[in-house]
């Protein structure tokens, strides 16, 4: 697991639009029981906008 922090450019195409930003996992389970998922931890979440 990288420890590194990574970045991401935004086109400039979407220069109009406000910031959206969504953390989360889709558990693909194909079970149908209420014990049956996904365990997912985030340690850290940063958003900055220049």
């Known amino acids: 697991?990288?420890?590194?922090?990574?970045s991401y450019a935004v086109p400039s195409s979407f220069g109009g639009y406000p910031?959206?930003?969504?953390?989360?996992d889709y558990?693909?389970?194909s079970s149908s029981s209420s014990t049956v998922?996904?365990?997912?931890?985030?340690?850290?979440?940063?958003f900055s906008r220049s």
């Open 37 to 46: 998922g996904a365990l997912v931890h985030f340690y850290a979440l940063s």
């Open 19 to 24: 910031p959206y930003f969504k953390a989360g």
């Open 27 to 29: 558990n693909q389970s």
């Open 1 to 6: 697991m990288s420890k590194a922090p990574k």
